[in-house]
């Protein structure tokens, strides 16, 4: 086993081979259905009548967008009263590093307080929620457990069942929501980057996991007043192109397909490549062996401090790999996580002293399994009965068409 980085080319040609096999042309991104798509922020004759005479907040960030406007500033221009912003993690405008803690304050261009819901504010207080008679969230989500972005919703549903505010979550389509994939949370290992019992990669819009969180109970809501804005024009079978990146280090759909199987390495002495213009698309170490590819992170908007600053790595760069092939994958991989922990032969010391690969995992197994040498198609297999009784859970929440 000397370089596991031919087991990944491995990998990377046989997914070229299945795409082949099944005439998709890897030449170009047709697969793409934005054309016909109309995210719930759109359909404003949906929801503008519960919005008449009503003080309104709204929980949202740069992807909160209507064609090229925001919808805070739509909103405003048609007369509706809007008293407030509840921003999540990084920030209002999407610039804040991960998990940087983003301060309140004053938008700049509306003049509207700005609450922040990251860092020791993560649920809205009885006071911070006083003057709101109907709470808007809009933000787009990319279907992957540790995204906090759901942990917000998760803190909003409860607390507009508290203060009895009505909730309208404008729906946004799924980047992911064409697979799921990955284990389930176990609940000992609930946190802010894992809330409930689902897998890495859930496969639901963001509307859809909202009727869960209600309908399962995972949150004390049973006065919830909310309504779900649906989409127009797609489903699970669909491929959407998020048109504005959703966070600082996921800047365009390479990112967004790879996040959910290179994030883990965050819980590791590896850099995915925060502080470079490649961020969640490369890894890499200093000891790593083969000496193809390499980078060195450096201090940037979005990632002020990155693990490895200034040091040399040698690693991967996933670039090469077309969206076709990961789309038609339909699973996250972890090859690249057993081939680095082999790589390096760093053993314990391979994960960080905090354990974070734990709250990433939702388990202490994943970890385990890694010391316990096994492949990723063990790992793989261990998933599957966990895997089985989320989806029929999924299944009663669903509002578009599934990709089975």
């Given at each position: 086993m000397k370089y596991k980085i031919l087991s990944?080319?491995?990998l990377f040609l046989t997914l070229n081979s299945i795409s082949q096999s099944n005439s998709i042309d890897l030449s170009?991104?047709?697969?793409?259905?934005?054309?016909?798509?109309?995210?719930?922020?759109?359909?404003t004759k949906t929801y503008m009548s519960l919005l008449n005479g009503k003080r309104v907040a709204v929980v949202g960030n740069q992807s909160s967008m209507i064609g090229d406007k925001h919808l805070v500033d739509s909103l405003i221009r048609l007369g509706v009263e809007v008293v407030k912003v509840f921003s999540p993690e990084h920030g209002f405008r999407g610039k804040a590093d991960a998990g940087e803690k983003v301060k309140s304050g004053i938008d700049f261009k509306t003049g509207l307080p700005i609450i922040s819901l990251y860092g020791n504010n993560k649920k809205p207080k009885p006071e911070q929620m006083k003057g709101i008679d109907v709470l808007i969230f809009d933000i787009q989500d990319v279907g992957v457990r540790f995204y906090t972005y759901i942990s917000t919703l998760h803190y909003i549903m409860e607390a507009c069942s508290e203060n009895n505010v009505k909730l309208i979550i404008l729906d946004r389509p799924n980047p992911n929501g064409h697979y799921v994939d990955g284990p389930v949370l176990n609940p000992d290992f609930k946190s802010f980057v894992g809330m409930h019992q689902v897998p890495v990669v859930h496969g639901m819009s963001i509307g859809e996991y909202a009727k869960m969180i209600h309908g399962e109970k995972w949150v004390s809501a049973?006065?919830?007043?909310f309504i779900v804005i649906e989409c127009v024009g797609?489903?699970?079978?669909?491929?959407?192109?998020?048109?504005?990146k959703p966070s600082p280090n996921l800047p365009n759909m390479l990112s967004i397909y790879l996040y959910p199987s290179l994030c883990f390495f965050e819980g590791t002495v590896v850099s995915v490549g925060r502080g470079t213009d490649m961020p969640f698309q490369i890894s890499g170490h200093p000891k790593f062996k083969s000496k193809f590819f390499s980078f060195t992170p450096k201090a940037t908007e979005g990632a002020k401090y990155p693990k490895l600053n200034g040091k040399l790595c040698y690693g991967i760069d996933y670039s090469t790999v077309g969206l076709n092939i990961l789309q038609l994958q339909g699973q996250l991989s972890l090859d690249w996580l057993v081939s680095f922990y082999q790589d390096l032969n760093l053993k314990g010391d391979f994960f960080l002293k905090n354990n974070f690969i734990n709250l990433l995992a939702g388990s202490d197994v994943l970890q385990k399994q890694l010391i316990n040498n096994l492949t990723f198609k063990e790992i793989r297999q261990s998933w599957q009965s966990d895997l089985a009784k989320f989806k029929v859970i999924r299944s009663k929440y669903l509002l578009y068409k599934d990709f089975n």
């Open positions: 990944i080319i491995f170009v991104h047709s697969l793409f259905c934005n054309n016909d798509v109309r995210v719930g922020a759109e359909n049973n006065k919830l007043d797609w489903d699970h079978t669909k491929f959407y192109k998020l048109p504005i």
